[in-house]
């Protein structure tokens, strides 16, 4: 017992003298000097500094940065995978992904001007077949309805979100409804409290084959989702009339 209680006085000795406990010391020191000066970075004073220097610096300077180059090599890159992995219709995947990724020319639209360009995507795929031809001012179809509806999602009760959740609808009224339901459309939106925006959340569960099938009001509408756009004014429901494209073949028998 003797020797175990010398050798521990001899062990703290040895610690005390050597340098050990100095050594402890400074590694916790500088453990704590990092510590604190890592979450100055990452949570204070210094971390806002910092942030605002990037915002203020890098922010307009990639703004204004020329991305074609880039653009064109993605173009380039997709076009060579759409070979290599020889995809019928290939041109038209290309198209659409092309105009996915292609800016919108604003941020903010309004129901009506959403309708407006329903109505030419409507206009030209209308299926007219069935439909009464008009005698009285030359040899043309007539007139169908088209509507865009914002409808407000019904509250769940028991769930409460910070967003409300609503869908726009794009539909079209024409004798021969059920042969035109592949050019209506339903798009989720949703909107943060207190604006008065709906942000459109439109989703395709079509892969890259499936580009080639996507019409090209669904490419407009991934587009509006892609770059964020919102429907802005107060209007809840729009409707116009349109004239088929399509000419029929006149018949006086």
């Known amino acids: 017992m003797s020797n175990f209680d010398e050798d521990i006085k001899r062990i ?33 004073e210094l971390n806002k500094a910092i942030e605002k220097k990037v915002k203020d610096t890098m922010v307009p300077y990639i703004a204004e940065y020329d991305m074609s180059d880039y653009t064109l090599k993605l173009e380039s890159v997709l076009s060579e995978i759409i070979r290599a992995s020889e995809i019928p219709e290939q041109s038209k995947i290309l198209e659409n992904f092309k105009c996915i990724m292609t800016d919108v020319p604003k941020k903010e639209w309004t129901l009506k001007e959403l309708l407006d360009v329903y109505k030419e995507f409507a206009a030209e795929k209308i299926d007219t077949d069935g439909m009464e ?43 021969n409804d059920d042969e035109n339901e592949n050019i209506q459309f339903r798009v989720n939106i949703s909107k943060f409290q207190g604006r008065d925006s709906w942000e459109i959340n439109f989703r395709s569960s079509k892969d890259l084959d499936g580009l080639r099938y996507m019409s090209d009001f669904e490419v407009f509408l991934m587009r509006l989702s892609r770059y964020n756009c919102r429907i802005v004014g107060n209007a809840t429901i729009e409707s116009d009339e349109v004239l088929p494209k399509k000419e029929p073949e006149p018949s006086f028998s």
Request: glycine residues 10%; hydrophobic residues 35%; aromatic residues 18%.
């Open 133 to 175: 031809i008009d005698y009285d001012d030359g040899v043309s179809y007539g007139y169908f309805e088209v509507s865009a509806e914002v409808s407000e999602e019904e509250d769940k009760g028991w769930y409460k979100s910070c967003f409300t959740y609503g869908y726009l609808d794009f539909k079209v009224d024409a004798d």
């Open 12 to 44: 703290t000795d040895e610690v005390l003298s050597d340098g050990t406990v100095d050594q402890i010391i400074r590694e916790k020191v500088v453990e704590g000097f990092s510590g604190a000066i890592d979450n100055a970075f990452r949570w204070g």
